[in-house]
């Protein structure tokens, strides 16, 4: 299936893999991206040393296309940036930030740059400051999320910018793929259905909670403080919802989830881990290989697009 974002990243189906922190390593990455897919080494909060080292790996495992997701709050993200040009990556996918400062350099790489946005704002700054193309990602996605659904803002991303879409949020299958595409996107990005790929790193415990979720089961903290993550409700949850309530201080909140998305990934702690997740978890039903993933996803999509 070709489309603007197939030939601009020189991948064989629109798929993009999510750039999640501690989820999103060369496993995974590689494991996309043979599948005919891109996929998305997340920098998150990790050193330089540790991105140049994911990216290594993941050339050892593929020769295809993938990218790397830089977190702009990250204090090493200058020299993230650098990192990905020395080592020659080809795509970079941006979040909680702007990635204007570092456009020149990785355009000079000839490295083409696709940021998150929530707001069809943000879309127009970043089709301005010279994005290749935008995920537009809704409020249904697992992790920090914006407050306009999918549903909503992608036809409303596609209609102000002449640069490609992808869309992002609420997406699992070839319908949610079908969707998309329906509201003008040209490629769609998945998190939470990877992350119980059998080549994902992800702790079995977590897998579990994902795949026994039910539509209920998401739960967003930090509201009130304007940081808010979509999770799977748990102890944590419960606990740091009682503390927003209660008016407790954003530090006493911060210290809760210190650490916490790395219990729940590394060591299978899905009491008092994060268990980042998007409202889909719902309809994610077993653990399959990311081309089981793709090729499902991709059939049931041109049953339904009648191509």
């Not at 299936?1 to 060369?26: F, S």
Request: some cysteine; charged content about 20%; overall charge negative.
């Amino acid at each position: 299936m070709k489309t603007r974002i197939t030939e601009l990243l020189g991948i064989e189906y629109p798929i993009i893999q999510g750039g999640m922190a501690w989820v999103a390593e060369y496993h995974l990455a590689a494991a996309v991206s043979e599948a005919g897919g891109l996929g998305i080494i997340g920098a998150g909060g990790a050193p330089a040393s540790f991105v140049r080292e994911q990216i290594q790996k993941t050339k050892e495992l593929t020769q295809k296309p993938f990218g790397v997701n830089v977190m702009l709050m990250n204090p090493e993200a200058d020299d993230i940036a650098r990192v990905i040009v020395e080592e020659g990556v080809k795509v970079v996918t941006t979040g909680a930030g702007n990635p204007g400062k570092y456009m020149a350099m990785w355009k000079e790489a000839g490295i083409k740059v696709i940021p998150v946005v929530a707001s069809v704002g943000l879309a127009k700054m970043m089709e301005r400051a010279g994005a290749d193309a935008v995920v537009a990602e809704g409020t249904e996605s697992g992790g920090h999320i914006g407050a306009a659904t999918t549903m909503t803002l992608v036809p409303q991303v596609v209609d102000a910018v002449n640069i490609p879409v992808i869309a992002a949020g609420g997406i699992a299958d070839g319908r949610g793929f079908a969707a998309a595409i329906m509201l003008g996107a040209e490629a769609v990005q998945m998190g939470t259905r990877f992350v119980v790929a059998k080549e994902s790193i992800v702790h079995e415990n977590y897998k579990k909670k994902v795949i026994a979720a039910k539509d209920i089961d998401s739960e967003v903290t930090g509201m009130t403080h304007g940081h808010p993550v979509r999770q799977i409700r748990n102890n944590m949850t419960r606990e740091y919802l009682k503390l927003e309530k209660a008016g407790a201080p954003f530090e006493e909140l911060e210290h809760l989830t210190l650490g916490a998305l790395r219990k729940a990934v590394v060591e299978g702690d899905v009491v008092n881990g994060t268990l980042m997740a998007g409202q889909i978890a719902g309809l994610v039903k077993q653990e399959q290989t990311c081309a089981e993933m793709i090729q499902e996803i991709m059939q049931d999509a041109k049953k339904l697009l009648k191509i």
